[in-house]
């Protein structure tokens, strides 16, 4: 049987979602209301001003409160600790999840980002990508030993150097 609340799953490995009863609404009602308070946060303009860009906030922690007994006798598994444990581990992955993002005229990219931007495997990416001749040039960081590190590159190069590929239609 396929349960609504399972997209957490990947953001908490090892947990099981409440299947039926009063747990898996609340549980639903929380995720709900989680998901509403980001979309609203995410909306909101920082700096004010016309000019003013919107930055993606971490929901604020709602205070801790006594979770309310069920009465209905229904028993899942799950008990109010635990519960709140997993509300308080789902706020901390969304926070971390919604950091500020760097922007695409100063970001630094992995093959592995490249990879995600081009819908391609990194294996590719790296074999037979990068190594084009037309491909932007890497940045080699070097660490405290002089040691060149990964290669990275520029992201709006890439980007750039992505759009020179563009198959535009011509009237006929």
């Known amino acids: ?8 799953a990947p953001l908490m490995p090892g947990y099981r979602a409440p299947r039926t009863g009063r747990r898996a609404d609340r549980y639903a009602d929380t995720c709900r209301r989680l998901c509403e308070a980001r979309q609203h946060d995410s909306q909101q303009p920082v700096g004010g001003g016309s000019g003013s860009i919107a930055i993606s906030r971490a929901p604020q ?22 519960l709140a444990q997993l509300v308080n ?16 005229d100063i970001d630094l990219w992995d093959t592995k980002t490249i990879g995600a931007y081009l819908k391609r495997d990194i294996d590719v990416v790296r074999e037979r990508i990068v190594c084009m001749p037309s491909f932007p040039s890497s940045i080699r960081i ?16 890439v980007i750039s150097w992505a759009e020179s590929f ?3 239609k011509t009237a006929a």
């Open 142 to 157: 070097p660490n405290a030993k002089g040691q060149r590190m990964q290669p990275l590159w520029r992201a709006a190069e």
């Open 61 to 82: 922690r709602a205070p801790a409160r006594k979770p309310a007994s069920d009465s209905d006798g229904d028993s899942d598994g799950e008990s109010a600790p635990d």
């Open 89 to 104: 581990t789902l706020i901390e992955r969304i926070a971390e999840l919604s950091k500020p993002s760097i922007p695409v």
């Open 1 to 8: 049987m396929h349960n609504s609340h399972d997209f957490l």
């Open 166 to 168: 563009r198959n535009y």
